[in-house]
């Protein structure tokens, strides 16, 4: 389900992460997965990021966090 216009603006105008940026995703069965943040996907809820066993993936921006161990 696609966001409400409200907040596909804030998601583009004032994104949480920028294409390269170490994350980890907190929660979700995957919790504790590294990652390379790449973009946002067309539901702007959701990132494609780049796991640390190179698989291009697709999770929830809410899920993600800084990796600040990696930065």
């Known amino acids: 389900m696609f966001s409400d216009p409200n907040r596909i603006a804030e998601a ?10 170490h994350v980890v995703l907190a ?5 504790y997965t590294r990652g390379t943040f790449l973009s946002l996907k067309e539901d702007v809820e959701w990132a494609a990021i780049r796991e640390s066993n190179g698989a291009v993936k ?10 600040g161990e990696r930065e």
């Open 58 to 67: 697709s999770h929830p921006v809410e899920w993600l966090r800084s990796d």
């Open 27 to 31: 929660e979700g069965p995957h919790k």
């Open 12 to 21: 583009i105008n004032n994104p949480k992460f920028h294409p390269g940026d």
